[in-house]
């Protein structure tokens, strides 16, 4: 099994700032590209941003680019997300995974963005 383990996150207010980590498996984090995925109860999970294994190539869902910014560092086993700028829309739980994910998602980190 693959576990991760997010944290990070917590409440701010609009426009405010974030940043979540995620560790996992020496596995994944040396063999695959990671994902950065949200959730918002009722709705389906997506993905909102991933980064390669080297960390040269990053791409991200329309709704966060010029706000987000995913990196890694494969030797500590972590991967994290900045967020600058946050909106009530980016409130959700956030995970992370393998990308494409593995079917084992870990708790999340729950990200609260209101005044």
């Known amino acids: 099994q693959v576990h991760f383990v997010e944290s990070g996150g917590g409440l701010v207010q609009p426009g405010g700032s974030l940043r979540v980590s995620c560790t996992g498996s020496a596995i994944i984090f040396r063999l695959a590209t990671m994902g950065w995925y949200r959730q918002v109860a009722g709705k389906e999970r997506e993905k909102v941003a991933s980064i390669t294994v080297t960390g040269t190539g990053t791409d991200y869902v329309d709704s966060v680019k010029g706000r987000f910014t995913i990196s890694r560092n494969n030797a500590e086993l972590t991967v994290s997300l900045q967020m600058y700028n946050l909106k009530p829309e980016d409130t959700a739980v956030y995970y992370c995974?393998?990308?494409?994910?593995?079917?084992?998602w870990g708790q999340g980190t729950q990200v609260t963005v209101s005044s």
């Open positions: 995974n393998s990308d494409p994910p593995n079917r084992y």
